[in-house]
């Protein structure tokens, strides 16, 4: 959980949800971070799994687009779901409001 607790890391998550697929180029100017910052943060998200790279990691580098794995947030969503007795978009939406 503290992983997905660094305002970096849901910057980066959110821009990713938001635009689409970005090189660690692209978040470093959009977000006005670092690019050291955002090659950290990228590293520890596509070390959850919650990231995928095209070329994938073996050929990582500036031109790698990232992407959020759809597959593996639903996963970690069900689990936090059932994991809390609670259904998360409605706790969101509580702590948050709808940003829908």
Known sequence: MTA?????RTAILGHL????AST???LAADL???P????????VLAGLGVLEADPPAARSGQRT???LHESRI???HAALTRHLGV???ELLRTLYGDRS
């Open 4 to 8: 997905f607790g660094h305002p970096a």
């Open 17 to 20: 949800r938001t635009r689409g």
């Open 24 to 26: 660690r180029g692209e």
């Open 32 to 34: 006005a971070l670092v």
């Open 36 to 43: 050291k910052t955002i090659q950290y943060h990228v590293g």
């Open 65 to 67: 687009r990232y992407a």
């Open 74 to 76: 639903a996963h970690l």
């Open 87 to 89: 259904d998360v978009d």
